[in-house]
Every structure is written in structure tokens, then in C-alpha cells.
């Protein structure tokens, strides 16, 4: 699937529309229908924004990764290319103050090169770490869900063995019980 698919995907499993989700990201409708439909791509922080929003990661939209492998791509070419710079001033005839000064501003390039991509690298990682919880948290998520379903069939199927006059009686004690505080799921 394509990102704007995915997009789509994890926006109607929640329930929004395209307009609420801009809302909630601070960009227009208009664009979120040209993210899904594959007319445009969001940038890699919008992309972060969307995740965030439709609390998914961004290895849910983007599975490969795509942008920051691009990003990692550009960064490796542009260490080969600086190093083949500082190789090829060395060769150059200009004065040897000069060579020195580009040598050590092409270093420098490479040095905080290789701190982006150390950075994508470890917001890969974070970003799977991420993923993991998430998909923790929606296993729990089901988890809950069904341990509540089997309390709700256990007291149905209690109380259906109740005759009518139990019945009464069960419904106005779980009434009073919902009126206790300690007892209320909403006051927790």
C-alpha cells in the first residue's frame, strides 16, 4: 500500500474525516485528499504529524521507510562527493592556506553528515520501538475489551436465571451501586 492509502486506512479505522484529521494536524482538508489520493506526498515531519494524530507509526504509513532511507541515500552521496572534493583541492594549484580552509569545511560537512545519519538511524529504531507499544497497547486494548464482554455475559446470564421479582431486585441494587462513587467506572 502507498502512503496516502495507509493514510486513509488508519484515518477511517478512527473515524475522521479528511477535514478533522487537517484540523487536528493544522493543514487543509484539500491537502489530506491529495496525500490519499497520491496526487502529493507529505514531508517527513507532516508525515510524523499524521502518524501522531492517527496514533500509528510512521513505518505504519511509509512500511519501508522510504523518506528517511532517501535522506540516508543523499547522505552517503554527499560523503562520497565531499571526500572526492577534499582529494581533488588537495591536487588543485591554489595556496596551501586555501586548500586547508575547504578541507576543513568539507570535514566538518562530513562530520555532521554522518550525525544525520546516525539520527535517521536511531529514529528508525525509535520509530519500531514505537510501533511495538502501540501494537502492545491495541493487544491490551482487545485484551480489556473482551475481559468487560465476558464480565457483561456473566451478570447477563446470571441475571436471566433471576425470575422476575430477582430481577427487580438486581437492577435496583445495581442501580444504587452505580450511584457510589468508588463504584463508577467515570469517577476512577
Known sequence: MTIGENIKKYRQELKLTQK??????????????????????PKIE?????????????????????????????????IT????????ISNMDITEEIKQENIL????????????????????????????????KRILKNDIQKAE??????CLSVFRQLNLDGQEKAIAYTADLAKIPEYRKDIE
Open 46 to 78: 507532516t508525515l510524523a504529524k499524521i502518524s501522531h494524530a492517527l496514533n500509528v507509526s510512521i513505518g505504519d504509513l511509509d512500511l519501508n521507510y522510504s523518506y528517511m532511507l532517501q535522506d540516508q541515500e543523499d547522505a552517503v552521496s554527499l
Open 149 to 154: 464482554q465476558d464480565i457483561e455475559d456473566m
Open 20 to 41: 478533522q484529521l487537517g484540523e487536528i494536524i493544522g493543514i487543509s482538508q484539500q491537502q489530506i485528499a491529495q496525500y490519499e489520493s497520491g496526487k502529493r506526498t
Open 81 to 88: 562527493q565531499l571526500k572526492q572534493f577534499i582529494e581533488d
Open 105 to 136: 569545511k568539507a570535514n566538518e560537512l562530513i562530520k555532521i553528515t554522518y550525525e544525520l545519519i546516525k539520527t535517521i538511524d536511531s529514529a528508525k529504531e525509535s520509530d519500531q520501538k514505537r510501533k511495538h507499544l502501540l501494537e502492545e
